[in-house]
């Protein structure tokens, strides 16, 4: 059964930084696509960042942490980041990994199978 595991998140100051990490077992993230997505309550579930499966790991960031946001890969691991710069309030949020049996790097949700079961961000003074 395919497990992904988020870590990292934490309570941190606006400014600072955090770096989410996605540990997947039963399951490949060298060729699958991955995403990291957010939901804050009361709002509707956000892609953040993806990464695709190809070997050219092409990666998108919502326009919303463009600059500040960096997804990567590690194949040894079978471990994705996400390392995030300059936070602000409104990054605060529960921070979901999800992958699939695609490798197109997408930031909406429908296509992903298998997600983990979300950490908590909280960015506050």
């Known amino acids: 059964q395919v497990h992904l595991v988020e870590s990292g998140g934490d309570l941190v100051q606006p400014g600072g930084s955090l770096r989410l990490s996605c540990v997947a077992s039963?399951?490949?993230?060298?060729?699958?696509?991955i995403g990291w997505f957010r939901q804050a309550p009361g709002k509707e579930r956000e892609g953040v960042s993806c990464m695709s499966g190809r070997s050219d790991g092409i990666t998108y960031n919502a326009d919303s942490v463009k600059g500040r946001f960096t997804i990567s890969r590690d194949s040894a691991k079978n471990t994705v980041y996400l390392q995030m710069n300059s936070l602000k309030p409104e990054d605060t949020a529960v921070y979901y990994c999800?992958?699939?049996?695609?490798?197109?790097?997408?930031?909406?949700?429908?296509?992903?199978?298998?997600w983990g079961q979300g950490t908590q961000v909280t960015v506050s003074s």
């Open positions: 039963e399951f490949s993230l060298d060729y699958a696509a």
């Open positions: 999800a992958t699939g049996l695609f490798t197109e790097c997408v930031l909406f949700s429908y296509p992903y199978d298998y």
